[in-house]
């Protein structure tokens, strides 16, 4: 722990916020608007973290745009469902400070930011439970417009993260339909016009806010180590342009730097099982996390992360790292499924993907190994000619790294999967898929399973035999959307040592926090909707902090 202050600091403010997601990005807005000056320090070329390469669903429970869906919600409601979610784990009276904090944050963004959400019709991971809503909790960011902004539109455009996994600006709201039924001449028009949407959408108007507002904006200024005086943490020793780089901050620090996944040492020591390829951005390195560390800050959650099957191409690469795509939606599709090395399902395919995530963790004690790891995503040639399967078209040619082969027995050769486990497998899946049934998993009893599915698809949407050679291989592993264990917080987000004290003058939020929901996965957003949350409450309570 670093108790020397410098000889002189670069730059002198009340809050400094590490990180520019969508939890840096809100405690930077609320800390302004609490009058406070901020720096705002991001570690990358690029602004948007995590927040800019997704989706950016945001899981709100009672926001107010529910009522343009016409759906209630109550905190009873809510309060129900978490305790049959959080139960495991989870910190509860943070959950109830989200709960509670939520739906005034978004207010917040929205009457002192540009930015702009909307519900949308999409469930909760777990709808059928107690207090489960099958649509309107979710929010994404409304499409962005930069053409207006003239100058600061194109900063915009150059500055903000884009994923490489979606180029072009399509709404949550649209996938229902089906990514080969989408108007891909409207796509292209929007985006020509200047409209964003997902993590952009979210991320550009939030930046839009700082450059008005007069925010310290600092690219490529990685965070190394927090400075402290008389036990209060007063400034940030950060690297930029080779040197030192020191910022004071006189009220507060908050890391928002997000997780720890692209930390090999970080991810073994702590993760619960099997994590091969996470689809971050791989500045994820546990930054914020080594610094709270160093100033003695209790850490919680640290075996969560909010998982994710993952895939990859030869070849493909994000910020020098390999390149690893989500599979949300084509194991969702009927004529798919996911075996393990012994040809055998292990999981209810249309499930959500973080439950689905925690399958491959499964531990064989006779074996010594987990049994569900290599995994295998297999479909047939009916699948593969009607859905855009890992990124190719219908009725293209399979690509080198999508294994081919004329029966499953073929298959199963090729790939390293056991031939008679494959096609007895598949065989007794196939029985009962004719008819729509899953007995083994249930999949396409729950209303999120066919969410993702095939609607016209009957009488299971989520649910075909594979039984039109050829037959398709694609390996799968376990990956991750991000780490969700990090420093200990109260309810204004203030982090805590190892005695339950909060440390003077620092704040976490985001996946820098310890995940209050434990190991589950509310719903769509699950990860931004706390981040917005206690982001918020981070640079409101850094904002009225005594000056040091």
Same mark, same amino acid.
């Given at each position: 722990?670093?108790?020397?202050?410098?000889?002189?600091?670069?730059?002198?403010?009340?809050?400094?916020?590490?990180?520019?997601?969508?939890?840096?990005?809100?405690?930077?807005?609320?800390?302004?608007?609490?009058?406070?000056r901020v720096a705002l320090l991001e570690k990358t070329d690029k602004w948007g973290g995590t927040t800019a390469v997704s989706s950016a669903g945001t899981w709100m429970p009672r926001?107010?745009?529910?009522?343009?869906l016409g759906i209630s919600d109550s905190r009873e409601e809510v309060v129900t469902y978490m305790k049959r979610l959080g139960a495991v784990k989870g910190d509860w009276p943070l959950?109830?400070?989200?709960?509670?904090?939520?739906?005034?944050?978004?207010?917040?963004?929205?009457?002192?930011? @540009?930015?702009?959400?909307?519900? +949308?019709?999409? !469930?909760?991971?777990?709808?059928?439970?107690?207090?489960?809503?099958?649509?309107?909790?979710?929010?994404?960011?409304?499409?962005?417009?930069?053409?207006?902004?003239?100058?600061?539109?194109?900063?915009?455009?150059?500055? $903000?993260?884009?994923?490489?996994?979606? %180029?072009?600006?399509?709404?949550?709201?649209?996938?229902?339909?089906?990514?080969?039924?989408?108007?891909?001449?409207?796509?292209?028009?929007?985006?020509?016009?200047?409209?964003?949407?997902?993590?952009?959408?979210?991320?550009?108007?939030?930046?839009?806010?700082?450059?008005?507002?007069?925010?310290?904006?600092?690219?490529?200024?990685?965070?190394?180590?927090?400075?402290?005086?008389?036990?209060?943490?007063?400034?940030?020793?950060?690297?930029?342009?080779?040197?030192?780089?020191?910022?004071?901050?006189?009220?507060? $620090?908050?890391?928002?730097?997000?997780?720890?996944? /692209?930390?090999?040492? %970080?991810?073994?020591?702590?993760?619960?099982?099997?994590?091969?390829?996470?689809?971050?951005?791989?500045?994820?390195?546990? #930054?914020?996390?080594?610094?709270?560390?160093?100033?003695?800050?209790?850490?919680?959650?640290?075996?969560?992360? /909010?998982?994710? @099957?993952?895939?990859? +191409?030869?070849?493909?690469?994000? #910020?020098?790292?390999?390149?690893?795509?989500?599979?949300?939606?084509?194991?969702?599709?009927?004529?798919?499924?996911?075996?393990?090395?012994?040809?055998?399902?292990?999981?209810?395919?249309?499930?959500?993907?973080? #439950? +689905?995530?925690?399958?491959?963790?499964?531990? #064989? !004690?006779?074996?010594?190994?987990?049994?569900?790891?290599?995994?295998?995503?297999?479909?047939?040639?009916?699948?593969?000619?009607?859905?855009?399967?890992?990124?190719?078209?219908?009725?293209?040619?399979?690509?080198? /790294?999508?294994?081919?082969?004329?029966?499953?027995?073929?298959?199963?050769?090729?790939?390293?999967?056991?031939?008679?486990?494959?096609?007895?497998?598949?065989?007794?899946?196939?029985?009962?898929?004719?008819?729509?049934q899953d007995p083994e998993f249930k999949r396409g009893v729950s209303v999120y399973d066919h969410h993702n599915a095939d609607p016209n698809h009957k009488p299971n949407p989520a649910?075909?035999?594979?039984?039109?050679?050829?037959?398709?291989?694609?390996?799968?592993?376990?990956?991750?959307?991000?780490?969700?264990?990090?420093?200990?917080?109260?309810?204004?987000?203030?982090? %805590?040592?190892?005695?339950?004290?909060?440390?003077?003058?620092?704040?976490?939020?985001?996946?820098?926090?310890?995940?209050?929901?434990?190991?589950?996965?509310?719903?769509?957003?699950?990860?931004?909707? @706390?981040?917005?949350?206690?982001?918020?409450?981070?640079?409101?309570?850094?904002?009225?902090?005594?000056?040091?």
């Amino acid at each position: 722990m670093t108790t020397n202050l410098p000889a002189q600091w670069d730059v002198d403010v009340d809050v400094v916020v590490l990180g520019s997601g969508a939890a840096g990005l809100t405690a930077a807005a609320a800390a302004q608007v609490h009058g406070a000056r901020v720096a705002l320090l991001e570690k990358t070329d690029k602004w948007g973290g995590t927040t800019a390469v997704s989706s950016a669903g945001t899981w709100m429970p009672r926001n107010h745009h529910m009522a343009d869906l016409g759906i209630s919600d109550s905190r009873e409601e809510v309060v129900t469902y978490m305790k049959r979610l959080g139960a495991v784990k989870g910190d509860w009276p943070l959950i109830e400070t989200f709960i509670d904090v939520g739906p005034e944050a978004i207010r917040f963004l929205e009457e002192k930011t @540009p930015t702009r959400f909307q519900a +949308i019709r999409y !469930p909760d991971y777990h709808p059928e439970f107690e207090g489960g809503k099958s649509a309107g909790r979710p929010l994404e960011p409304a499409l962005f417009d930069l053409k207006p902004l003239g100058e600061l539109g194109d900063r915009l455009e150059e500055e $903000v993260r884009l994923s490489a996994m979606a %180029l072009l600006p399509i709404m949550m709201c649209e996938l229902s339909v089906g990514l080969e039924n989408l108007d891909f001449q409207m796509l292209f028009e929007r985006h020509n016009n200047g409209l964003r949407s997902g993590g952009r959408a979210l991320i550009m108007p939030l930046i839009q806010h700082c450059v008005q507002q007069g925010v310290e904006l600092h690219l490529k200024t990685r965070g190394r180590e927090l400075i402290t005086e008389n036990g209060a943490v007063v400034g940030v020793r950060a690297e930029k342009d080779g040197r030192d780089f020191f910022v004071r901050a006189r009220q507060g $620090v908050v890391i928002a730097t997000g997780g720890f996944e /692209w930390n090999e040492d %970080l991810a073994k020591a702590f993760l619960r099982g099997p994590m091969e390829a996470p689809s971050s951005p791989p500045a994820c390195e546990g #930054d914020g996390l080594l610094m709270a560390q160093q100033v003695g800050a209790a850490l919680g959650n640290m075996s969560e992360a /909010w998982w994710m @099957p993952t895939y990859n +191409i030869p070849g493909e690469e994000y #910020d020098g790292k390999p390149l690893n795509r989500i599979i949300a939606r084509e194991r969702c599709l009927p004529g798919c499924i996911f075996v393990n090395r012994q040809g055998r399902r292990f999981v209810n395919e249309a499930h959500n993907y973080n #439950d +689905i995530g925690r399958s491959f963790h499964t531990f #064989d !004690p006779v074996e010594f190994d987990f049994p569900n790891v290599p995994a295998w995503m297999l479909f047939d040639h009916t699948c593969k000619s009607t859905y855009i399967m890992a990124t190719v078209m219908p009725h293209r040619p399979s690509p080198s /790294w999508m294994t081919k082969a004329d029966s499953l027995r073929e298959l199963a050769q090729i790939v390293g999967i056991d031939p008679d486990g494959l096609e007895a497998s598949v065989a007794k899946f196939n029985t009962h898929a004719r008819e729509g049934q899953d007995p083994e998993f249930k999949r396409g009893v729950s209303v999120y399973d066919h969410h993702n599915a095939d609607p016209n698809h009957k009488p299971n949407p989520a649910l075909a035999p594979l039984e039109t050679p050829p037959y398709y291989a694609i390996r799968i592993y376990p990956g991750t959307l991000g780490t969700k264990g990090g420093a200990k917080t109260n309810e204004r987000a203030q982090v %805590l040592d190892i005695w339950g004290k909060t440390i003077p003058g620092l704040y976490a939020a985001g996946n820098s926090m310890a995940g209050v929901t434990g190991m589950a996965y509310a719903g769509a957003g699950g990860t931004i909707g @706390p981040a917005i949350a206690f982001g918020y409450l981070a640079g409101q309570y850094a904002a009225q902090e005594p000056k040091r």
